[in-house]
């Protein structure tokens, strides 16, 4: 069991990798090719199924019932929290992108 002396330690790591990653996430959705701000929200999403997935076997092999499934469904959509969140910030920089792309097209023709 965790005692509050673990808490105190465990946590600004855990804070520090999430900020992390967002970060990483942010630097690779800024990249020309839209291949790698897809990695972080791949990674997560092959985690969270793998994580979930025995969850599934359990509900549908040894007593199958609604609330075993639900739960499961639960599991996988909580584990996936963090690739939808990556996958927003990957989609909005890519907008953002496009957009600034767009408007520099729109001067280059209007110098010409």
Same mark, same amino acid.
């Given at each position: 069991? @965790?005692?509050?002396?673990?808490?105190?330690?465990?946590?600004?790591?855990?804070?520090?990798?999430?900020?992390?990653?967002?970060?990483?996430?942010?630097?690779?959705?800024?990249?020309?090719?839209?291949?790698?701000?897809?990695?972080?929200?791949?990674? @997560?999403?092959?985690?969270?199924?793998?994580?979930?997935?025995?969850?599934?076997?359990?509900?549908?092999?040894?007593?199958?019932?609604?609330?075993?499934?639900?739960?499961?469904?639960?599991?996988?959509?909580?584990?996936?929290?963090?690739?939808?969140?990556?996958?927003?910030?990957?989609?909005?920089?890519?907008?953002?992108?496009?957009?600034?792309?767009?408007?520099?097209?729109?001067?280059?023709?209007?110098?010409?």
């Amino acid at each position: 069991m @965790f005692n509050i002396r673990t808490t105190v330690i465990i946590m600004p790591i855990v804070i520090a990798m999430i900020v992390g990653l967002t970060f990483l996430q942010i630097y690779l959705s800024k990249k020309e090719s839209k291949i790698p701000g897809l990695i972080l929200p791949s990674i @997560f999403f092959i985690l969270s199924v793998i994580y979930s997935v025995p969850n599934f076997q359990n509900a549908l092999n040894f007593s199958f019932s609604p609330g075993a499934f639900l739960a499961s469904v639960m599991i996988l959509l909580i584990c996936n929290v963090p690739t939808i969140i990556y996958v927003l910030i990957y989609l909005h920089l890519r907008n953002k992108m496009n957009k600034a792309s767009e408007i520099n097209k729109m001067n280059v023709q209007d110098l010409d």
